[in-house]
């Protein structure tokens, strides 16, 4: 694949976190502590996150080891991110140390994770990571803003975006992305010409230069990593009534198909094209990139002009209708599978301000040319990815399904 990978996470974050009346709650909300009597299944809940301070960001726990060894730590407050894959982990948030990973020339690589909204800059450390009773051995990850890497080369600075290397930043202590990828960049990264994007530095003492990262040595999704129910994850979400809630409990359950517990069903298939996208019909518009994101805190769609929903005037990244809008679109994946998907967009600064909560499903703003299913997509859903290459009882990944 010669796409560079999605990463789309949390689009918009900084407009709905920059008050603690944007969904905070009196007391910081504990993270759940994987189970282990399901194996392949651990809890995740939708609230304020470790800092107490997001809106519809879908979090667990996550342990790391040294590779090899019983070495490890148990880290809360990571969000589940769909849009992206590899674990990334704030270094303050790490109290073991991980092996670093080295370029041929001995030299540290760095990683310039870019998203949507901004970028993590840190080492590129080697860990087993376990998630409920599955483990991933000596997997690639990221230890977010690093004190032995305090200089951001401009390269990486001037990617787009804020710098979101620090919990306050992050609003998170780390990312887990179960995206449909196997590794986080793909060919692109592996090209040592002008296309490559520039995720992966290589730092000596002298500084930091781009260098081509092998798809192996990329970060990994840790799922296709695990021995089984390594093709996909589900994710499951009870329903949110308008107005919002305080907070929602759930489950990521590993596998697809693998396990009694994470058959398709009657959910429909929808493939997608080298970049993960499919195909959205909305508002009398086509378009072709178009994306589910549990990582995005709304729904992100077209602008002012098309949906005809003014901006907020306290943050141009969400919409403030005079009431609530609904909307009706049809979702066509490469393989022609179609499903109409309704939703709707209430005031985004009326809710935040109204109540303390965290969980809203009618919170929206632009993305013109795009349509972004952040995580009020799945309240009330059962959502399956499927990850490249991986076999499934619905054909191959990478493919959503619903």
Known sequence: MTAIRPA??????????????????????????????TLNMQSVVVNSGPNNDYVNGLFTSVTVCVPGTSTCQTIG?????????????????LTINLPQQSASDGSPIVECAQFQDGFTWGPVRTADVKLAGEQASGVPMQAIGSPSFATIPSGCSSSGGTAENSLDTLSANGILGVGLFRDDCGAACASSGSSNPGFYYSCPSSGCRIIAQAPA??????????????????????????????????????????????????AKVFTTDAAGNFTTVLSGQSLGSSFIDSGSNGFFFLD??????????????????????????????????????????????????????????????????????????FYGRTVFTAIEGQSTAGGNGPYWAY
């Not at 996470?9 to 282990?36: E, I, N, V």
């Not at 990571?78 to 303050?92: A, C, F, P, Q, Y």
């Not at 009534?241 to 058959?263: D, W």
Request: one cysteine or more.
């Open 217 to 266: 040595n990329q970060l990994q999704n840790p799922v296709w990593m695990f021995a089984s129910d390594n093709n996909g994850v589900m994710i499951q979400l009870p329903s949110v009534a308008s107005g919002g809630t305080a907070s929602l409990t759930g489950s990521l359950t590993f596998g697809i198909g693998t396990q009694s517990n994470n058959g398709l069903g009657s």
């Open 77 to 93: 407050g990571i969000l589940v991110d769909t849009g992206s894959s590899g674990l990334r982990v704030l270094s303050s948030a």
């Open 304 to 377: 002012s002009t098309a949906t005809g929903l003014p901006l907020c005037p306290d943050t141009a990244d969400f919409y403030c209708p005079s009431s609530s809008k609904a909307f009706s679109a049809t979702a066509r994946g490469a393989n022609g599978t179609t499903a109409t998907i309704n939703f709707s967009i209430d005031n985004a600064d009326t809710l935040l301000r109204a109540v303390r909560f965290s969980v809203f499903g009618e919170l929206g703003g632009p993305n013109a040319g795009n349509v972004d299913f952040g995580l009020p997509f």
């Open 8 to 37: 789309f996470l949390a689009l918009a974050l900084a407009g709905a976190q920059s008050t603690p009346q944007c969904g905070s709650s009196s007391t910081t909300p504990t993270t759940p502590t994987p189970s282990t009597t």
